[in-house]
T-cell receptor, first 114, second 115 residues
């Protein structure tokens, strides 16, 4: 069966510090990978998605970047965190299944920028 | 571009009450529709989905949703809620602009069920 891992689960970082959040998927090949940010009362905001190694599409221009160095690894980064980067970050994967892409989500990372 | 609107942001019910959460989307083409649920402290997980066929779909834990194409709606229902249904519920639309499926999520509805 497929599983998705995210780490760390929680993170407290000072403003201006770098960020690296990692997501890995097991049990599937060539998945589409996604990074979302979830804010209370604002739903899920798609940040980045990737359809293959080295292929990254950005949905929202901001202080963050993403990379996909391996087929089942997706990394969210920042060179200098802002206060507004605080939030709950979710990684998701999807594969083509019965006529559409169905998404599966990781446990999330709670990021607090101080 | 596709968009999703969830009308109820906060819903408070007593156990055994009936539930209906509204979801409307805007997209003129073919869509796939989903409801996700996030229980406190848990992963976001799929509750039910509509691809094609019978517009009334049944999901886990007694939930169902009806796709009404003419109203662009996919409302979630449960005849009798339980305290354990307390969670956040997200409606999502997965359309096909430009050859790729990029889902759009609603803002979510927080459901609190009092015992």
């Amino acid at each position: 069966s497929q599983t998705i891992h995210q780490w760390p689960a929680t993170l407290v970082q000072p403003v201006g510090s770098p960020l690296s959040l990692e997501c890995t998927v097991e049990g599937t090949s060539n998945p589409n990978l996604y990074w979302y940010r979830q804010a209370a009362g604002r739903g899920l905001q798609l940040l980045f998605y990737s359809v293959g190694i080295g292929q990254i599409s950005s949905e929202v221009p901001q202080n963050l970047s993403a990379s996909r160095p391996q087929d089942r690894q997706f990394i969210l980064s920042s060179k200098k965190l802002l206060l507004s980067d605080s939030g709950f970050y979710l990684c998701a994967w999807s594969v083509w299944l019965a006529g559409t892409y169905e998404q599966y989500f990781g446990p999330g990372t709670r990021l607090t920028v101080t | 571009a596709q968009s999703v609107s969830q009308h109820n942001h906060h819903v408070i019910l007593s156990e055994a009450a009936s539930l209906e959460l509204g979801c409307n989307y805007s997209y003129g083409g073919t869509v796939n529709l989903f409801w996700y649920v996030q229980y406190p402290g848990q992963h976001l997980q799929l509750l039910l989905k509509y691809f094609s066929g019978d517009p009334l779909v049944k999901g886990i834990k007694g939930f169902e949703a009806e796709f009404i194409k003419s109203k662009f709606s996919f409302n979630l229902r449960k005849p009798s809620v339980q305290w354990s249904d307390t969670a956040e519920y997200f409606c999502a639309v997965n359309a096909k602009p430009g050859g790729s499926y990029i889902p759009t999520f609603g803002r979510g509805t927080s459901l609190i069920v009092h015992p």
